[in-house]
């Protein structure tokens, strides 16, 4: 195992490992989906750091302004996602990830850094206490919980979108808000809409695929929203059972 960092370009893009842990000979179509969705990200200055290794390793961020999120800012960079999982735990290498992150920002002239957090640690965001040991506070909140985590260099702060503070849409089925900026977005939608069939319920899909759509968005959102009855419920993907419990509420 080489301990070797590479940044993602659209030259070794088509080859490199994108650090999930999906495993399948054949190419898979959310892997591809996030392949095509990151060659046009890199063009906006978004950057995708990894170990030099098949493992989940990596670091991913983009410039506030064109990062696919309703938060606002000027000159901040948005961490979409940092892992490091399995073997790889406990070598330093959130720590590096981390670092080069906020070094990068430094050295581009940014304010700060921020990242989407919440009151109680969520499955499918990256892990807010390691950000806060690197100096990351609360400077925003939503009244359901989620939290906006910031490293200021300049004092300056960004903040939620107003309309990411609504938390509420007329659709009163299962309406699931979507991008392709992480591989397992394909099958979650594919399980949405099988379930949903299963039990004859009512659902809708919003593909966010464009940048205007996810500033525009009302409710929180790295990749993926849940609504039900009108009401935000998660930015965690659904596995079937935990979709059907919702289904019954």
């Known amino acids: 195992m080489s301990d070797q960092f590479i940044n993602l370009t659209e030259d070794n893009l088509a080859q490199e490992h994108l650090c999930c842990i999906i495993r399948s000979k054949k190419p898979h179509p959310g892997v591809e989906d996030k392949r095509a969705w990151l060659r046009e990200r890199l063009r906006e200055g978004h950057v995708f750091r990894k170990l030099d290794a098949k493992g989940v390793v990596f670091i991913e961020y983009a410039p506030l302004e064109t990062a696919w999120v309703p938060v606002e800012g000027d000159n ?4 979409y996602c940092l892992w490091v999982n399995g073997d790889f735990k406990g070598k330093g290498y959130g720590r590096q990830l981390m670092e080069y992150c906020l070094a990068d920002a430094r050295a581009k002239g940014k304010s700060g850094v ?25 400077v925003d909140t939503t009244p359901d919980g989620y939290r906006l985590l910031a490293l200021s260099f300049d004092g300056t702060t960004p ?12 659709q009163q089925e299962l309406t699931v808000y979507y991008s392709d900026q992480c591989p ?7 399980l949405v809409r099988k379930t949903c069939q299963e039990l004859e319920a009512s659902y809708t899909l919003i593909p966010v695929d464009t940048l205007e759509k ?3 968005l009302p409710c929180v959102f790295n990749n993926w929203a849940v ?9 965690n993907l659904l596995d079937a059972a935990a979709l059907k419990r919702l289904l019954k509420k």
Do not use: P
């Open 227 to 235: 609504f039900y009855h009108g009401k935000f419920v998660t930015v």
């Open 184 to 190: 397992y977005i394909h099958q979650s939608v594919e």
């Open 159 to 170: 903040r939620f979108a107003k309309n990411a503070k609504q938390l509420e849409i007329e």
């Open 76 to 79: 901040y960079l948005y961490i």
């Open 114 to 138: 921020c990242m989407l957090g919440a009151e109680k640690q969520k499955a499918w965001l990256s892990d807010q206490a390691f950000a806060e040991k690197h100096g990351f506070e609360t």
């Open 214 to 216: 996810a500033k525009d």
